[in-house]
């Protein structure tokens, strides 16, 4: 019996028709526009762009 299961968890961002848009900047790439209606992936280390505001996103292994 398996002590421990590998899960691979996919984030991705939706724009819901908002006013100011939504942008995804990749680490070390050009910025995506996030279409609305469509679904983007984010990266491992991402800046989520809503509007005025800035979300830094950051996968973090958590095995030891």
Known sequence: MPHAA???IRQIVHDLHSTDG???QHLQSEEV???PGKA???GAVTQ???GEFVISVARVSTTA
Do not use: A, G, R
Request: aromatic share 0%.
């Open 6 to 8: 590998e899960t691979t």
């Open 22 to 24: 939504v942008h995804l």
């Open 33 to 35: 526009v996030v279409e």
């Open 40 to 42: 983007e992936s984010v």
């Open 48 to 50: 989520l762009s809503l």
